[in-house]
């Protein structure tokens, strides 16, 4: 789940990162309150939206005055961001950032991800900020610091200093830039972060460290033990299916092909995905409907696919460890009755209760076609098309 740049540095600012003071305003009354809260000489206007390249789109606005800033919010209030992270839909920004304008001396960058290849939390930093930390691994790999972060968050003594001396502080910034990276790895672990990073971290003229901008998104999985994190989920920041199928406890992406998927498991939709484009087809979605769904869910997995008028074709792929064929049988019969499918379906049923769910499918009389495993479901499902 991601969060937006004010949410993510209040997270930050409660484990000691020192962020410059900010308001947030979703009207030009609140954007009014909020500078006289303020009341900085200069000021810089945000979009919050849950995307990348703000600045690039306009949606970062430098104001030297009152007037400057409420016109600034006027403008980027209701604005629509559509680049190649929100995709052709596009974000709406229902909130802007206002924050005292920092004179920097210095940009650094630093974060924490997992590493898959090394299998654990990492912090990351580099003495070069305010570019994509990407480039910088790919160009000067050199620049960049990658120290393991403990599974308790406790970042050590000679990491903290290791850090210091990579980012080249000395005397009262090696104690800030120590304190910052004992914070950051801490925030990581108990958010139960995917991804947190603050870019640029910038120095002040008189050698203050402050995080000016920041991102943080949380690993759904974890979202039962945090609560208070989960309710800053924001639904306007996604695509209308993809916040139906929340509600219903489906993972749902959405793409540019046009045959449906459903299918239970993320590994396994993945290679269904994968096994459609070698084909020569294009996947219209991806839809996990997990392991232990009820006909009622299939059901409205069903419908959230036939909402995108690019589908052409269904392919059902289950393969059943937890979740008994016969029941997907159930709902996808339901489905087809209820909502008057009349597009092509294939289905591809293995594992549990796989005859019982077969001879549900064939005791139907639905117009509803049989694969006799992943290859074939996604051969026909092209062939169709074509």
């Known amino acids: 789940m991601n969060t937006h740049e004010y949410q993510a540095k209040e997270i930050l600012a409660k484990y000691g990162v020192v962020i410059p003071k900010f308001c947030v305003a979703s009207s030009l009354e609140e954007a009014e309150k909020a500078l006289s809260e303020l009341n900085a000489k200069d000021v810089v206007v945000k979009i919050q939206v849950h995307a990348g390249g703000r600045g690039k789109a306009g949606g970062v606005k430098l104001c030297r005055s009152k007037e400057e800033t409420l016109e600034a919010c006027k403008q980027l209030i209701g604005m629509h961001l559509v680049n190649n992270q929100t995709g052709p839909e596009g ?3 229902h909130k802007v950032l206002l924050t005292e304008a920092v004179d920097i001396k210095k940009e650094y960058y630093i974060g924490a991800i997992i590493d898959r290849e090394m299998a654990r939390p990492i912090l990351i930093a580099s003495p070069e900020g305010g570019m994509e930390i990407e480039e910088i691994a790919e160009k000067s790999p050199e620049k960049i ?3 393991p ?3 308790n968050g406790e970042l050590k003594r000679y990491q903290q200093i290791h850090l210091a001396n990579f980012m080249g ?4 910034m090696a104690k800030q830039g120590m304190a910052l990276g004992k914070a950051l790895a801490k925030a990581f672990m108990a958010t139960d972060a995917s991804l947190l990073e603050i870019n640029p971290l910038v120095e ?5 460290l402050l995080a000016v901008d ?3 998104s949380i690993d759904d999985d974890a979202l039962f033990r945090q609560q208070e994190i989960a309710k800053m989920y924001d639904a306007s920041q996604v695509s209308k299916n993809e916040s139906e199928a929340k509600k219903h406890g489906l993972a749902y992406i959405s793409l540019q092909g046009n045959i449906g998927c459903m299918v239970n498991g993320a590994g396994l939709a993945m290679a269904t995905m994968d096994t459609i484009n070698h084909f020569g087809g294009k996947p219209a979605n991806f839809l996990d409907v997990g392991g232990s769904a009820s006909k009622e869910v299939v059901c409205e997995g069903f419908k959230i696919i036939l909402t995108d008028p690019s589908v ?3 392919l059902v792929n289950i393969f059943g460890g937890i979740m008994d064929c016969a029941i997907i049988a159930e709902g996808v019969i339901a489905a087809v009755n209820e909502l008057s499918v009349k597009v092509p379906l ?3 049923l293995e594992g549990t209760n796989v005859e019982k769910g077969k001879q549900i499918l064939k005791e139907s009389q639905l117009d509803i076609i049989a694969a006799d495993g992943l290859a074939d479901g996604a051969k026909k499902a092209v062939e169709l098309l074509h």
């Not at 502080?169 to 009262?172: L, R, S």
């Open 312 to 314: 052409q074709a269904i």
């Open 145 to 147: 610091l990658k120290l």
């Open 214 to 216: 920041a991102k943080l």
């Open 149 to 151: 972060i403990p599974l």
């Open 91 to 93: 974000v709406v920004a």
């Open 346 to 348: 294939i289905v591809r």
């Open 204 to 208: 002040t003229p008189d050698q203050k």
């Open 169 to 172: 502080w000395k005397g009262d």
